[in-house]
């Protein structure tokens, strides 16, 4: 499964949603996927809002150290798999002193982007171009929509 399998699991509530604990003043959900922490929330249309994705190098239980309790700091696990058994069955807050958080702020975070050229004969082209305007976003933003829905 991949990430974008992962989102349409969150969405069809396929998966666990562990909501994130009130102390940090967030409204919002998260799971683990791979080596990953993807953090959602639910819109007013009901449907799901990815808000970010942390790899976990990034993710704020590094950031915690001391204000772990115990039994966390001496957990060890022979590998990934097994750390993801154990947190898939268990609530984070047995492992974290979530009133102890900070908000932590990644304001140059961006998805990974990579430029491609597309050559695409003027009559397919036109009327992408029309939806764009008709939607008033540009005709790229508009094809990475559409890619995005059916890939």
């Known amino acids: 499964m991949g990430l974008f399998e ?4 969150i969405a069809e509530r396929r998966i666990p ?11 919002g959900y998260v799971c683990r996927y791979e080596k990953h922490y ?3 929330k639910l819109l007013d249309d009901g ?3 990815i808000v970010t994705i942390l790899h976990e190098h990034m993710h704020q239980i590094e950031m915690f150290g001391e204000h772990l309790p115990s039994e966390y700091q001496h957990t060890t696990f022979a590998n990934e798999a097994e750390e993801r ?11 974290i002193e979530w009133s102890k958080a900070q908000r932590v702020v990644f304001p140059k975070l961006k998805p990974l982007m990579q430029t491609i050229s597309l050559r695409l004969p003027q009559h397919l082209l036109k009327p992408i171009k029309a939806t764009a305007n008709a939607c008033d976003v540009p005709h790229q933003s508009l094809i990475k929509i559409w890619l995005h829905e059916k890939v």
């Open 6 to 9: 992962q989102f349409d699991a």
């Open 17 to 27: 949603w562990r909501k994130i604990p009130a102390e940090l003043g967030v409204t």
């Open 38 to 40: 993807i953090y959602w």
């Open 47 to 49: 449907g799901v809002g």
């Open 85 to 95: 058994a154990l947190l898939e069955v268990r609530d984070s807050s047995d492992y």
